[in-house]
């Protein structure tokens, strides 16, 4: 049998790495300008398309989606083929994938400023956009599976369990998290509501970190790690305990994202038990990977790419740790909702996914140009500086909350709080935040600096497109070697390790989600929670619109401290007319959902036109527009009958007179304005928005003399 000539398609992992250093550099600059705009408020550019709100889903997505994922498939196409011993599928599904994959990025820059957004942490982007995304993922699938049938390799390498498992369950959650009720061409209502809705999302947001940002990076790690130490993976068995428990178990921990909110107690029990049983596989991962680099320590001293392999394992065992402690609920309860939380994710971030991307390109860029890295010096700069932007970043923003859980708690000898007043944190932690900017200073310094260095790496070598490689046919028959185990079966059949890793992550999937979005005793109803007005639909949407979400969350959790700063907490049967949920997951402001009725409407007013004249040393940005800008009331009919066919319970017809409803609430907000000398006609957004925020909250009445 003579061996197979074939050629590998160096040139869709050259674009996949060019697009991650581009995208990369664009979502650290406006991470950073999201910094510096936690800080001080004229970062916000007084527009209504740069502000926070606006941006910093801009910045999550880019580094997410548009960073990491392209990392993803430059890594994942370099390794996959060698790993197969194969070209990839097809050249033209590759150019598809890589070109609709840039152009969802494109879509995402233009919509999410214009605030166009579903409001869903880590799933902003509107129904077209998230089916392109389902496409892609599609194409990308059956270019790996593909590639995988035609293999010249028997077995499959431990790297490609990762990335099947990536694959499958990214699908999965991203089209149930999808579940949308379209209303036009980039507007839509989730289908679940309140706390259903919450339980899907962050079943989707936490399994999108594990998933996404995790996974495929470990199935790299399990290639590159090897390569760049020319060294084995140090246990196969440990790799099999690590991959199979890793994706059971962190499937199931995303309710400890809604611990002390209105989720049912069984299930947040369950998102801390399994969150923190997911300490074992994770550092599994991290030991096995740190340990193939035995007897090659002296290498790491000297190799550059080794070191940032090594920082980046170690920011992953940090992060995995710190996220089953944040799980318990005296630990949770302190930090979340907090600075900490920012910590946490970019230690990952930065340490884990950053690193380790930096190292691959390091390594990979060379490689098909046939050339040396163009400065080791400029390399290791980029290390030692990248090291340092992480600890400016995450040692301030870990101090900042603990600093703002404890104040937040704090009560006087005499049982007052001793900061009734949210914005007396803010301020006294706003000195962190500059160390943050920093930090975020620093790491993009590093970044730029790679650019430069690999664009001179590029320039001095030349790309070999189509690099030439052998090897030998397949075998028909596979014949059992002396020693093999179990799992070798599964390696040799990748539709079945493709079902069993479906099968594995349904599991969780089902018995999580199933009882709250399918048993409606589960959620109670409350007789005096009555559908949002028209005005207040609407004014909710351009809540959303805005992103206030991103800074204020709508859920009072049942501690001494949040009721008696904001009111009594939250009920589950509150939120039941929701589409989609606002509890949020960062208090860069006060929680608002006992807002309505705290403040008169000019008050509001004021508030929003500018901020620090009703609080000052606000760092909230203005929103001027909103008076400027007139309500599209051409859309309340859709609206409403939207939100009948999810079960808000509007009358048959209403939609035909929803808008006199609408005129006649707005009017009365007008003459309330006028009465404080505040002149708008009632036809503006800010009425709409006003109308909302007095809403919140009002539904229930708590008796706190009987209560005493």
Known sequence: MQPEKFYYDNKIVRNFGIATIVWGIIGMVVGLIVAIQLYSPAANLGNQYTTFGRVRPLHTNAVIFAFVGNAIFMGVYYSLQRLLKARMFSNILSNIHFWGWQLIIVSAVITLPLGLTTSHEYAELEWPI????????????????????????????????????????????????????????????????????????????????????????????????????????????????????????????????????????????????????????????????????????????????????????????????????????????????????????????????????????????????????????????????????????????????????????????????????????????????????????LYLAGAIAMAYNLARTMMQGHLVSNEAAEAMPLEKVYVNHEGDIWHRVIERKPIRLLVLSLVVILIGTFIELMPTLTISSNIPTIASVKPYTPLELQGRDLYIREGCVNCHSQTVRPFRSETERYGEYSKAGEFVYDHPFLWGSKRTGPDLHREGGKYGDAWHYNHLMDPRLMSPGSIMPEYSWLINQSLDTTTTAAKINAMRKLGVPYAIGYENRANADLQKQAEGIANNLAKDRIKVTPDKEIVAIIAYLQRLGTDIKVNKTANN
């Open 130 to 441: 998230d089916i392109a995304i389902a496409l892609i993922w599609v194409v990308f699938g059956i270019n790996m599976f593909g590639t995988i049938f035609k293999r010249r390799e028997r077995h499959l390498y431990v790297a490609i369990w990762f990335y099947i498992a990536t694959f499958v369950t990214v699908a999965v959650l991203h089209i149930v998290n999808s579940f949308e009720l379209p209303i036009s061409g980039f507007k839509s209502y989730y289908l679940f509501a309140g706390v259903q809705d919450a339980l899907v999302q962050w079943w989707y947001g936490h399994n999108a970190v594990a998933f996404f940002l995790t996974t495929p990076y470990l199935g790299m790690m399990y290639y590159f790690l090897p390569k760049m130490a020319n060294r084995p993976v140090y246990s196969y068995k440990l790799s099999i305990l690590h991959f199979w428990a890793l994706i059971f178990i962190y499937i199931w921990a995303g309710p400890h994202h809604l611990l002390y909110t209105s989720l049912p107690g069984w299930a947040q029990s369950l998102g801390v038990a399994f969150s923190i049983m997911l300490i074992a596989p994770s550092w599994g991962g991290m030991i096995n990977g740190l340990l193939t680099l035995r007897g090659a320590w002296d290498k790491v001293r000297d190799d550059v790419i080794l070191k940032f392999m090594v920082v980046g394992l170690t920011a992953y065992g940090m992060a995995t740790f710190e996220g089953p402690m944040l799980s318990l609920k005296q630990i949770n309860a302190i930090g979340h909702f907090t600075d900490w939380i920012v910590a946490h994710v970019h230690v990952g971030a930065l340490g884990w996914n950053g690193f380790l991307t930096f190292a691959i390109l390091y390594w990979l860029i060379p490689r098909i140009y046939k050339t040396q890295l163009y400065s080791k010096k400029m390399a290791s700069f980029h290390f030692w500086v990248g090291t340092l932007g992480i600890l400016f970043y995450a040692i301030p923003m870990y101090w900042a909350g603990f600093t703002q859980g404890l104040m937040l708690k704090e009560f006087t000898p005499e049982g007052m709080l001793k900061y009734p007043n949210f914005l007396e944190t803010t301020l006294r932690i706003i000195p962190m935040h500059v160390m943050r900017s920093i930090g975020g200073t």
